[in-house]
């Protein structure tokens, strides 16, 4: 089992950074893989930034060059560095984590944190 809770949200005008960071705690040993996800009212949640314990990290959309995906050298925590933030950035922030067991893979999720970007 593992919980995730996320912190560092908040409301910033365009432009501006914000750093968000997602806490660990259980069978932190068994995890594989870590990323933030976003989702606005009305859409699906979708993939900001993943990393891997193989250190592959990925930004499949907007976020490339501007967002930075990282760990603590214990994988307990990973933080979102967001820059040259947009208003289409605004959305609830989700950390999400894979952990591997011998015959599973399990997915938890933290309970979101709110971004807000506006002038």
């Known amino acids: 089992q593992l919980q995730l809770v996320e912190s560092g949200g908040g409301e910033v005008p365009p432009g501006g950074s914000l750093n968000l960071s997602c806490v660990a705690s259980g069978k932190t040993a068994d995890i594989y893989s870590m990323a933030w996800y976003r989702q606005t009212p009305g859409k699906q949640r979708e993939l900001v930034a993943s990393i891997n314990r193989d250190r592959y990290i990925h930004y499949p959309g907007s976020a490339r060059g501007r967002f930075t995906i990282s760990t603590d050298i214990a994988w307990n925590t990973v933080y979102l560095l967001m820059d040259s933030l947009r208003p289409e950035d605004a959305a609830v922030y989700y950390c999400?984590?894979?952990?591997?067991?011998?015959?599973?893979?399990?997915?938890?999720w933290g309970q979101g944190t709110q971004v807000t970007v506006s002038t």
């Open positions: 999400h984590a894979q952990s591997l067991a011998v015959v599973a893979t399990y997915h938890y």
